[in-house]
């Protein structure tokens, strides 16, 4: 993994300026996961505050937790789409949500954009469109993580 960053702006700014350049209308989901759910949090929030700044469109900003994929779908995803999540009846708003599993393959199709938090030597999701290391709470950086690598973390005892 090597860090990259490009240009002046920070991190989430950077970010949150290519989601809106790849996601530029509609009702959008952005989830943002880890392994760390209070730096993921944070992201959010840095991330929903950036796109708001950006863009005329609403963001709406979520905490969700664990929830599994039904709930997901059900109180979430599809009454933001149907434009009656709390916040969302604009049909340009923006989610952003941070919670546990919102990455997982059952649900990774219904995000728009999604973050990964590095928190560690973990493993990035593969599914992320983007990846944050946060292991410096006051300066995420982008990573780019190269798959046929094999991070540290595999060879030290008790981490798998």
């Known amino acids: 993994m090597s860090p990259i960053q490009r240009g002046p702006l920070p991190t989430i700014e950077w970010v949150a300026e290519e989601f809106l350049h790849n996601a530029d209308r509609g009702r959008r989901l952005v ?3 880890g392994v760390d759910p209070v730096a993921s949090a944070r992201v959010a929030h840095g991330l929903a505050a950036a796109i708001a700044a950006r863009s005329d469109a609403p963001v709406v900003r979520r905490s969700l937790g664990g929830i599994d994929e039904a709930r997901l ?38 995000w728009h954009f999604s973050v990964w938090t590095l928190a560690g030597d ?17 300066a995420p950086t982008r990573f780019f ?14 981490l798998r």
């Not at 789409?81 to 393959?105: I, S």
């Not at 973990?122 to 006051?138: K, N, R």
Request: aromatic share 4%; hydrophobic share 45%.
């Open 31 to 33: 989830a943002v996961d």
């Open 145 to 158: 993580y190269d798959f046929c690598a094999i991070p540290p973390s595999v060879n030290r005892p008790g």
């Open 73 to 110: 779908r059900a109180e979430v995803v599809d009454p933001v789409r149907a434009g009656a999540f709390a916040g969302a009846e604009d049909p340009d708003t923006v989610l952003v949500a941070d919670g546990e599993q919102l990455l997982d393959d059952a649900v990774r199709g219904v």
């Open 122 to 138: 973990e493993l990035p999701h593969s599914g992320a469109s983007v990846i944050i290391d946060v292991t410096d709470p006051a």
